[in-house]
C-alpha cells in the first residue's frame, strides 16, 4: 500500500519536517506496522519532487526518535511506535491497548512482604505490616517497554499471577468493586542499573524515564503505590498546558 503524502511548500514549516510528521503519523496510527520498509528515498523524494537530503533528513529524525532503522541490504525498517501516554488516572495497559501496541505482561514477583517506611507512608499503613508486592515486565510487540512495581494493601484484591499477564491492574481493580478516583505522580529520568538495562534490553547507564505514583479510591484511601520505569524511545509522557486566567 503506497502511503498517501503531500508537502506544502507555501507553508513556513520545513519541508522534511512536513515529511516526518506525516510518516510518525503513519507508524502511530498503524498505516506503517513495525517490520515494514519505507521504500527508497530516490523514489520518495521523486514522488514528492524533494530533494533527497530533505527526505534523508526526515527519515533521519524518526531514526533518532527510535521510530526507523537503517539495515544494511535491507533498507529503512519500521521499529516500532512510540507510545505517547496523556497525564490522567489510566493504566499502562489499557494506554497500550489504545494504540494499538498488543500488551504483554510476565509477572516477576508477586507475593507479601512487610511494608518499608516509603510504601508505608504511600499507603498509609504502618512499618512493617503487610502489603502486596507485584513487579511486572511489560512488552508491546514482544519487546521489553516498562518495568512495573506495585504495592497494595492485604486483601484489597485476589492478585492471581494468570490474571495479572492478560490484564491491567486497575481493570482488576475497577472489576472488585474499587473506584479509582486520583492519583498523586511525579515524573523523573536517570540513568539504567545493570539489572535494569538486562530487563529493558538497553545499556547500562542508558537514560529511563521514571514515574511514581499512588492512587487513591473514591473513599480517599490509598489503593497502589507504584514505582515504575520506561525506555525512553519507546515512551513519553504527554501534557496539556492551560494559561491561568
Known amino acids: 500500500m503506497q502511503l498517501e503524502l503531500s508537502v506544502d511548500r507555501s507553508s513556513p514549516v520545513p519541508l522534511y519536517f512536513q515529511l516526518s510528521q506525516q510518516l510518525e503519523a503513519a507508524i ?6 513495525p517490520g515494514s520498509l519505507l521504500g527508497n528515498e530516490i523514489e520518495l523524494a521523486a514522488r514528492l519532487g524533494l530533494s533527497r537530503p530533505t527526505v534523508r533528513q526526515a527519515i533521519q529524525s524518526l531514526v533518532d526518535k527510535g521510530l526507523l532503522v537503517r539495515r544494511r541490504g535491507v533498507g529503512t525498517q519500521v ?5 505517547k501516554r496523556p497525564l490522567e488516572l489510566s493504566s499502562l495497559y489499557d494506554d497500550l491497548e489504545a494504540a494499538g501496541q498488543r500488551p504483554a505482561t510476565k509477572v516477576l514477583v508477586n507475593t507479601v512482604e512487610p511494608a518499608s517506611a516509603e510504601v508505608a507512608a504511600a499507603l498509609g499503613v504502618a512499618e512493617g505490616s503487610d502489603v502486596h508486592r507485584v513487579e511486572r515486565l ?8 516498562a518495568y512495573l512495581c506495585n504495592f497494595l494493601p492485604p486483601g484489597l484484591i485476589d492478585l492471581d499471577t494468570n490474571q495479572l499477564e492478560t490484564t491491567g491492574l486497575y481493570r482488576l481493580m475497577r472489576a472488585a468493586g474499587i473506584t479509582l478516583h486520583s492519583a ?19 545499556e547500562t547507564g542508558a537514560p529511563l524515564l521514571t514515574m511514581q505514583r499512588v492512587t487513591f479510591d473514591d473513599t480517599g484511601r490509598a489503593v497502589e503505590y507504584g514505582t515504575h520505569t520506561y525506555r525512553p524511545t519507546r515512551y513519553s509522557f504527554e501534557f496539556q498546558l492551560l494559561v491561568r486566567t
Do not use: D, F, K, N
Open 184 to 202: 498523586r505522580q511525579s515524573i523523573g529520568a536517570r540513568a539504567a542499573t545493570t539489572e535494569e538495562a538486562e530487563r529493558l534490553a538497553e
Open 28 to 33: 502511530e496510527h498503524g498505516t506503517l506496522t
Open 138 to 145: 511489560r512488552l508491546a510487540h514482544g519487546e521489553p517497554m
Open 79 to 83: 521499529v516500532h511506535s512510540q507510545v
